[in-house]
């Protein structure tokens, strides 16, 4: 939204939507899906994605021939030393590359391969040795507040907890934590995995949230790029919604109209 940038590490970005590049069918899908759902920022997951592979078609090309910042993800990494070595291979390959900063990179280090929760512990770690490397950390963990706040302590340029486990689309399943997260953080929250719709992103936005990052929601709509235009407007309607402020709850109705001067009321 114009005039009200999310901002990583001083960097701005107008779009408060972040993709994902896996799970769709084909490269000339997910180049209609991002470019439909406005998004500056996109995540690729560097072990899953043949990274020698510049040809027409493939997914490097289209990321090389784009504007977009690629933000490397280590999905797949189960320990610490394997998520900094995979994202030591993003900044040799210049990846996530971020004006006057270091490399921004996503950070995942799974604890769990059913779940696909991640390691709190790990991810500690991971994030405390790239951020001594001068890297722009951005990590996945859950809606735990205290891991929020050691990973914001640590150096971290933002939090991304859970919305729900990954590729679910079961939607925002514990907003008072999420709250809880929002009122201590001094960096960017970025809801990260759970999204199923454009509600629940507003959802995320409207509690406070800086941001939504999401892949499976839209690569795995019926229409996809439909769905990633539905997801930007409604990360704008959320972030517009929280902005201006709610009214507030209340048990019983209040008229919409002034009750003073009613005819007949004797007035």
């Known amino acids: 939204m114009a005039g009200d940038p999310l ?4 960097r701005s970005f107008e779009s408060r939507l972040i993709v994902g590049t896996g799970k769709y069918k084909d490269v000339a899908e997910t180049e209609r899906a991002i470019d439909a759902s406005g998004a500056e ?17 493939s997914l490097m090309s289209l990321l090389a021939r784009k504007k977009w ?13 394997d998520a900094v070595r995979t994202l030591r291979l993003a900044r040799e390959l210049g ?13 995942e280090v799974i604890g769990d391969a059913r779940t696909l929760y991640p ?18 950390v951005l990590p996945y963990c859950t809606d735990d507040p205290v891991v929020c706040k050691k990973l914001e302590d640590v150096g971290c340029a933002a939090v991304m907890p859970l919305a729900a486990p990954i590729g679910s689309g079961l939607g925002i399943r514990n907003p008072h934590n999420l709250e809880l ?3 201590q953080a001094t960096v960017p929250v970025i809801v990260d995995a759970g999204v199923g719709t454009a509600s629940d992103a507003a959802v995320a936005m409207e509690l406070g949230c800086h ?7 839209i690569a795995h709509a019926k229409n996809p790029a439909l769905m990633a235009e539905a997801m930007r407007e409604g990360v704008t ?19 919409s109209s002034p009750t003073a001067g009613l005819v007949g009321d004797g007035g």
């Open 7 to 10: 901002v990583i590490a001083g």
């Open 41 to 57: 920022i996109v995540t690729v997951a560097l072990r899953r994605v043949d990274l020698g592979d510049r040809s027409g078609g």
């Open 69 to 81: 910042l690629v933000l490397p993800n280590s999905a797949g990494c189960y320990t610490a030393d």
């Open 95 to 107: 990846l996530g590359s971020s004006s006057g900063a270091g490399p921004m990179v996503k950070l």
């Open 119 to 136: 390691d709190n512990g790990q991810t500690l770690s991971a994030a405390e040795q790239l951020v001594k490397e001068g890297f722009v």
């Open 181 to 183: 997260i929002l009122e």
């Open 211 to 217: 941001g939504v990052l999401m892949n499976t929601a």
């Open 237 to 255: 309607a959320g972030r517009k919604a929280f902005l201006a402020g709610r009214m507030p709850r209340q048990r019983y109705a209040s008229a």
